[in-house]
């Protein structure tokens, strides 16, 4: 099956400083890639949809400057927090959709990067 | 707005036990429902697919039937082991072309042995 990685899987940093996590879809073409944010606990929130070569589409309540996401090619997205704080602190997942027409009814998951801000 | 319940929050039954984990959404627009499992600190794990246009879905003890019309998801696990223990998840995804799923509220499981 799809598989899709994430990097780094844990991250811990001091407030105020960037952090950029990777995902990449390793033997599929990712057209759409998905960020999620999870807190303790809780279900997996929907942050913004990245599209290869076009700017993301964030949902409602994220603050686009706060999260930058890139996605520079088929198989790789990033998303930077920048200037971490403390409420940053979560389980961020990403998700990747394929092109072709069996891969575009299911996204695949990554195994999540967890960031603690000190 | 689509809203995504699951009943019960949590679970602990001892092993063997058939299960039904319940997931119900507020729009019935959806395209298709996915059911997934989470072990603790982990990813997620997709367990089945069901197309807006199909009933259920079958893997191994795992059964998913999906009634659209009245906003209605079941997981049905069979003759459930220790190894079960996680949070499973339902999600909706809204329509053809947005491919955006909407997660509900989680159901924990312990299994007993």
């Known amino acids: 099956g799809a598989v899709v990685s994430q990097h780094p899987s844990w991250v811990i940093c001091k407030s105020g400083t960037s952090v950029k996590i990777e995902c990449r879809s390793l033997?599929?073409?990712?057209?759409?890639m998905f960020w999620y944010r999870q807190f303790p606990k809780q279900s997996l929130m929907l942050m913004a949809t990245?599209?290869?070569?076009?700017?993301?589409?964030?949902e409602q309540g994220v603050e686009k400057d706060k999260f930058l996401i890139n996605h520079a090619s088929l198989t790789l997205s990033t998303l930077t927090v920048t200037s971490a704080h403390p409420e940053d602190s979560s389980f961020y997942i990403c998700?990747?959709?394929?092109?072709?027409?069996?891969?575009?009814?299911?996204?695949?998951f990554g195994p999540g990067t967890r960031l603690l801000v000190l | 707005k689509q809203e995504v319940t699951q009943i019960p929050a949590a679970l602990s039954v001892p092993e063997g036990e058939n299960l039904v984990l319940n997931c119900s959404f507020t729009?019935?627009?959806?395209?298709?429902l996915q059911w997934f499992r989470q072990d603790p600190g982990k990813g997620l794990t997709s367990l089945l697919l069901i197309q807006s246009s199909q009933r259920e879905q079958t893997s191994g003890r795992l059964n998913a039937s999906l009634d659209k019309s009245s906003g209605r998801s079941t997981l049905y696990i069979a003759a459930s082991q220790p190894g079960d223990s996680a949070t499973y998840l339902c999600?909706?995804?809204?329509?053809?072309?947005?491919?955006?799923?909407?997660f509900g509220t989680g159901t924990r499981l312990k299994v007993l042995a």
């Open positions: 990245s599209n290869e070569g076009s700017k993301a589409t964030y």
């Open positions: 729009d019935s627009a959806i395209y298709n």
């Open positions: 999600a909706v995804t809204r329509g053809s072309g947005t491919y955006k799923y909407i």
């Open positions: 033997d599929f073409q990712a057209t759409t």
């Open positions: 998700s990747a959709r394929g092109s072709g027409t069996r891969d575009q009814e299911t996204q695949y």
